[in-house]
């Protein structure tokens, strides 16, 4: 059996059990400083997550000595969605589809507990041995329009559905019988859709469709006493608009777990808002989640060694794993 070369892309964390990789393929563990020299004549790139931003620079101008397959070790690819890879046919791109979406339902419905109650509020008094007396809210029967109709979405909705709420969902296409959502509103739906909701979730990936798809129009649609949570990628929100209408009063909140820059700058207006709770892009990660990845990096090794198609092939004109194509 012919053992492929395999370049293994990381901070210095690498997915647990290596040993397990390297028994099956020769393995270059290397970072964005040493892709360049190490990409030629690979065949299969591994790629340890969302953070790194040169790996278009450092891919080889000859296809015929890029890798064959590309896997990233989180659920979003847009990192890696550079002309050269969209357009090489013989490449195929997978990601970690289906590995976090049980977790971040249960982070989403954590934050929207944590908005309705103001547990960040309770935390600060308590800080300063203050007590404070207040009403807070219910989320039984509120409206939760979530954005992203993929697994994680599903996920959420199912979840969010559990605890009382009323739960609609915002894809690509509209229709009223979704199993998950009841109704799903289409792209051109979006202001409709956010004039009803009481909590507005994003969990959509990042697309040229979906990028700033909460603008300052979406956002004036939006009603003023709604609250944002954000667990897909920060460039689906234009970071100015949500600061301008959460300090003028348009938006009652927000929970922000992703952000157009990682850190979110120390600077940042985000992180003294009243009604903002920042989290660092922790959402789905929960003990175990680099066991599950490992797992299913090397159940694909497997598949890819003995010729069976992938798990989890993303279509790089749209950005994601298409339902016909998921597991």
Request: charged share 25%.
């Amino acid at each position: 059996m012919h053992r492929p070369l395999l370049v293994a892309l990381h901070d210095g964390t690498p997915l647990p059990h290596p040993e397990r990789v390297e028994a099956l393929a020769d393995v270059r563990h290397v970072g964005e400083d040493d892709l360049a020299a190490a990409l030629p004549g690979a065949d299969v790139l591994l790629v340890g997550g969302a953070g790194f931003t040169r790996i278009a620079q450092a891919w080889p101008a000859d296809p015929a000595l890029a890798p064959r397959w590309l896997h990233v070790a989180a659920t979003g690819v847009e990192h890696v969605l550079f002309d050269a890879l969209v357009r090489d046919p013989g490449l195929t791109l997978t990601n970690s589809r289906g590995v976090y979406d049980e977790a971040i339902a249960e982070y989403v419905l954590g934050l929207i507990l944590a908005l309705a109650k103001d547990l960040p509020g309770t935390l600060a008094h308590q800080r300063r041995r203050q007590w404070r007396w207040r009403e807070s809210e219910r989320i039984g029967g509120r409206a939760a329009l979530v954005a992203g109709t993929g697994p994680i979405g599903r996920a959420i909705a199912r979840q969010l559905r559990a605890a009382g709420m009323r739960v609609s969902g915002a894809g690509r296409t509209g229709r009223s019988d979704d199993p998950d959502f009841g109704t799903v509103y289409g792209s051109g739906e979006l202001p409709e859709a956010l004039a009803e909701a009481d909590y507005v979730v994003l969990a959509a990936p990042l697309t040229p469709q979906t990028r700033g798809m909460i603008d300052e129009r979406a956002l004036r649609a939006t009603k003023p006493t709604a609250r944002l949570v954000n667990v897909g990628r920060g460039g689906l929100v234009v970071q100015d608009a949500l600061v301008d209408a959460l300090r003028h009063g348009r938006l009652a909140g927000a929970a922000l777990d992703v952000f157009e820059e990682e850190p979110l700058p120390e600077n940042s207006p985000l992180w003294d808002l009243p009604g903002v709770i920042v989290s660092p892009h922790m959402a789905g990660d929960v003990h175990g989640w680099r066991e599950a990845q490992a797992g299913l990096f090397l159940d694909n090794l497997h598949r890819y060694l003995a010729g069976r198609p992938l798990r989890n092939v993303v279509d790089k004109a749209r950005g994601y794993v298409p339902a016909d194509l998921a597991p």
